[in-house]
């Protein structure tokens, strides 16, 4: 009789934005999952199966330097030294490229990090985290870089989410919509859907060491409000009109090729869901 093994997943993080979606997908795939807190024993006692390392902080990360450390560095140092695993899957971010002078970053691009930046406590601690995965994991221990991710308007956290709410919310309404925000600010946005698919995938099957999980493609704020106003009729009238240095784009060639993974584009997925809000 064939007997089929079902995969065994631990997700750390598990109950952040990324974490619960990562476990519910994997859950309806028939894996079988374990959100355990960070430090439970137990992550250096049992079988660990298939890590997807979603920990972390993003939000405070200058007056909470310590937690940001603890969060990306500390209990992943325990499990690359002490636990048994299949394979780890580190989630990184492509804010790692924001100080590079290229306007554009690949996984092999150098890093620009300085310890006198107060911010870069972040870019830091998330490099630190790669760097142990690579030297310490080997070739069982995998980083995504994830660029801002994003859910439908129903999502409690993030720009975008907020936004999509509040233009559903004024329609029909003959005043703008104010945004306390810039037409010029710009993101790589990527949908969480596609976000699971690629950790699975780099998991599972993952050849490279550093995977960039983003759309390849910047989206300003005024091409998002243009958008919404087509579909929606809502003028979004914005409060700041504040310039910074675009952050580079970030290539997705290595996702694409060994995988064909293709993301969908934010301006299609935003149709998407002002067309139903619609009903």
Known sequence: ????????????????????????????????????????PLLLEVPLGHVFFCAGLTADYVARSYDVVDAHVSCLNQILHKADYESLVYLSSTRLYDSQDESFGDEMSNLILNPNNRRHIYDLSKALGESMCLVVGGHKAKVARLSCVYSDQNDPEGFLPALLRDVIAHKGQDKPLKVDSSPYFARDYVAINDVVDALVKIAC????????????????????????????????????????SPSPSVSIKRLKSEFGWTPVGVLSRIDAILEDSKC
Not at 219 to 241: D, M
């Open 205 to 244: 099957f993952g050849k490279e060491p550093i995977y960039n999980v983003g759309s390849g493609e910047n989206i300003e704020n005024a091409i998002l409000f243009a958008r919404c106003k087509a579909k929606t009729g809502v003028t979004i009238e914005p409060l700041k009109f504040d310039r910074v």
């Open 1 to 40: 009789m064939l007997r089929i093994m079902t995969k065994k997943a631990t997700v750390i993080g598990g109950h952040g934005f990324v974490g619960r979606y990562l476990t519910s997908f994997l859950s309806m795939q028939g894996w079988d999952c374990w959100v355990p807190t960070k430090n439970d």
